[in-house]
């Protein structure tokens, strides 16, 4: 391997388009949608803490690693393992690495897609005034009706699917970091003025004492799971998302620095929408562990009684789409770069196959929610089996994984080399992520087996 070698796919034109193409992947539904209502079935502080936690000892390592290796190995996912092994001399099945990602990719973008799409058809409602004056029940209804028909939810996914892979067929520079570079401002300039409306409440006090008073009673194995597993779904770890990335980021930029941005830029959006959604919670009587519909069912009321209310309501959720595709692009981009490597086919074919077969997908579980909620497998429906799957088993495993691989078989010399990191924090770097990262997720795991 040489440094002058750049990837096939192109570059970022600086390390700012780096970070904003990064952040735009790990902000995304994961922090306005998953966030709140997790945090929400888990009692609150106690899941927050430990999700900071998480993100500090186990998502900033990880990520750092996740960079180091993709632009190292300058491929997609797949070819970056088979190339990074062999440069560590060690096996070259590491590359099932590569896969496991790639597969996690193709099943969190097919439900991403349905939640996106609800968010899309949420732009109409609010645009055709449907939140006005609303109160909490009826807007619980437009919610129940929505996620009701099978119809609507499958239009609305499709127009999603097919804006994604317009993006990624688009290609690095052109596609993937001009639909960032305005969106993520301004969607945080929204969420201060929700946070505004919050304070307005009277429950103000009381949402931030549920989101940072822990009361550990309310923790249980699963919930540890849940709260590490969120880590590596909203830094966008775990499945080569950000390695792909990595591949993209020219030889001069400092990877520690990097990583410090996304991730506290990641978890301050996080915070916020839960500031600004558990305090109309409870000034509305709502039940904050309602699950995944809770932010359709509480920032309508906000957007339907404020002044001005239908301007910010129709923007909030275009912003909310804008950033569902700035994350959904980064979870088909790892397979749409093999397929165009080892399959050589243009971008163009590599996304219509990859787009179809996670439409497809996607499709079962728009009827997940209605006419197939019968339909369980463990006890889950396709929605929440995907779901728990992915984020709770398949990015830990993948994370695991990168940890073991950066921290155990890359040769020193190579990762110092990379990173580029002072002498201390690079030594910091390597406790993570040889120790406490994967020490950290084979414990949850054994927790969640019952072992002890
Ligand atoms: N991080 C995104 C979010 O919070 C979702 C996402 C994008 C993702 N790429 C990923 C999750 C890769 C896991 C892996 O919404």
Partial sequence: MTDIKKSIHGEWSSRFAFILAATGSAVGLGNI???????????????????????????????AAEIMMGRRGKQSPINTMETLSEEAESDNRWRYLGWLGVIAGFLILSYYSVIAGWALSYVLKAFTGSFSGGNALEI?????????????LTFWHSVFMAATM??????????????????????????????????TTGFY??????????????????AVLTAMGHAFFTLSLGMGAIMVYGSYLPKDISIGKTALYIAGADTLVAIMAGIAIFPIVFANGLEPGSGPGLIFQTLPIAFGNMTGGWIFGVLFFVLLVFA?????????????????ENKDIPRIKACIWAGLATW?????????????????????NMFDLLDYMTANLMLPIGGFCIAVFAGWVMKTQNSR???????????????????????????VFLHVLGVF
Avoid: H
């Fill in 33 to 63: 949608w998953k966030f709140p209502y997790i945090t929400g079935e888990n009692g609150g502080g106690a899941f927050v803490l430990i999700y900071l936690l998480c993100i500090a000892a186990i998502g900033l390592p990880i990520m």
């Fill in 140 to 152: 619980k209804s437009l919610f129940d009706d929505m996620v009701g028909s099978p119809i609507q």
């Fill in 166 to 199: 317009y993006v990624v067929s688009r290609g690095v520079s052109s596609g993937l970091e001009k639909a960032v570079r305005f969106l993520m401002p301004t969607l945080f300039v929204i969420l201060i003025l929700l946070l505004g409306y919050a304070m």
């Fill in 205 to 222: 006090q009381q949402g931030l004492s549920f989101m940072f008073t822990p009361d550990f009673s309310q923790i249980d194995s699963d």
């Fill in 324 to 340: 569902a595709l700035s994350s959904s692009i980064s979870l088909i981009e790892p397979a749409v770069a093999w397929l165009v």
């Fill in 360 to 380: 497809g997908l996607g499709i079962a579980v728009a009827f997940s929610f209605n006419i197939w909620s019968g339909f369980t497998i463990f006890g889950k």
């Fill in 417 to 443: 080399e990379e990173l580029e990191l002072p002498d201390t924090i690079y030594r910091i770097w390597k406790f993570l992520v040889c120790y406490i990262a994967p020490a950290a997720v084979f414990i």
